[in-house]
């Protein structure tokens, strides 16, 4: 009896990594479909801290996050690099790519589970599906954690782990998948976002 058992619970275990390798697989496809996405976000750190926006992505690597105030920051990534604007200082700062976890939402291909990207968790329940990611040359950089909801399925949430020890959760509301975007949002220019009304905000 102890043999059967050992073996039922083999064969369920082998059944279930199965089913997530599927859904895994569906995961990539999911994110390698996405052309441009924008939504409004919430970001939440693990000290507390909050900020509200808007994020514009477009593939390949192009970016725009839009904080509202009090938050001054505004960041633009135009396919080359990524401009880290403080209004209220008037402080510019250029990031690579290659430091930030999104990144890997931004490339046109994704191929989770590979030497470079690692998966290191997976888990799904009826509502959400959760897979943990790890850059294999990290540097600096933590895990983080993609959240979909599986009725649509549908990017909601990454969490990413800071040098700093903290948590940022950014989760996403009303998104627009595969929208037009206008090209001028991935441009950064001083003056232009000096003067910048909310054009591109939906009322």
């Given at each position: 009896?102890?043999?059967?058992?050992?073996?039922?619970?083999?064969?369920?275990?082998?059944?279930?990594?199965?089913?997530?390798?599927?859904?895994?697989?569906?995961?990539?496809?999911?994110?390698?479909?996405?052309?441009?996405?924008?939504?409004?976000?919430?970001?939440?750190?693990?000290?507390?801290?909050?900020?509200?926006?808007?994020?514009?992505?477009?593939?390949?690597?192009?970016?725009?996050?839009?904080?509202?105030?009090?938050?001054?920051?505004?960041?633009?990534?135009?396919?080359?690099?990524?401009?880290?604007?403080?209004?209220?200082?008037?402080?510019?700062?250029?990031?690579?790519?290659?430091?930030?976890?999104?990144?890997?939402?931004?490339?046109?291909?994704?191929?989770?589970?590979?030497?470079?990207?690692?998966?290191?968790?997976?888990?799904?329940?009826?509502?959400?599906?959760?897979?943990?990611?790890?850059?294999?040359?990290?540097?600096?950089?933590?895990?983080?954690?993609?959240?979909?909801?599986?009725?649509?399925?549908?990017?909601?949430?990454?969490?990413?782990?800071?040098?700093?020890?903290?948590?940022?959760?950014?989760?996403l509301y009303d998104s627009v998948i595969d929208g037009k975007l206008d090209p001028s949002l991935f441009k950064f220019s001083k003056r232009a976002e000096t003067t910048r009304k909310n054009k591109f905000r939906r009322k």
């Amino acid at each position: 009896m102890k043999k059967l058992i050992l073996t039922l619970f083999t064969l369920i275990s082998f059944a279930a990594q199965a089913d997530d390798k599927k859904d895994i697989k569906a995961i990539e496809t999911y994110l390698n479909s996405i052309k441009t996405l924008s939504a409004d976000f919430v970001q939440i750190a693990s000290n507390g801290e909050k900020a509200e926006g808007r994020i514009y992505i477009e593939k390949p690597n192009k970016i725009r996050m839009e904080y509202n105030p009090p938050s001054n920051i505004l960041i633009v990534g135009n396919g080359d690099y990524i401009v880290y604007y403080d209004k209220e200082l008037e402080q510019i700062t250029n990031i690579d790519y290659e430091d930030i976890p999104a990144a890997m939402i931004l490339a046109n291909t994704v191929t989770l589970g590979s030497k470079d990207l690692k998966v290191t968790s997976f888990h799904k329940d009826p509502g959400m599906t959760r897979i943990g990611l790890q850059y294999a040359d990290a540097s600096d950089l933590g895990p983080f954690t993609l959240v979909f909801s599986n009725n649509p399925f549908t990017l909601k949430q990454w969490k990413v782990i800071t040098p700093q020890s903290l948590e940022v959760s950014l989760s996403l509301y009303d998104s627009v998948i595969d929208g037009k975007l206008d090209p001028s949002l991935f441009k950064f220019s001083k003056r232009a976002e000096t003067t910048r009304k909310n054009k591109f905000r939906r009322k």
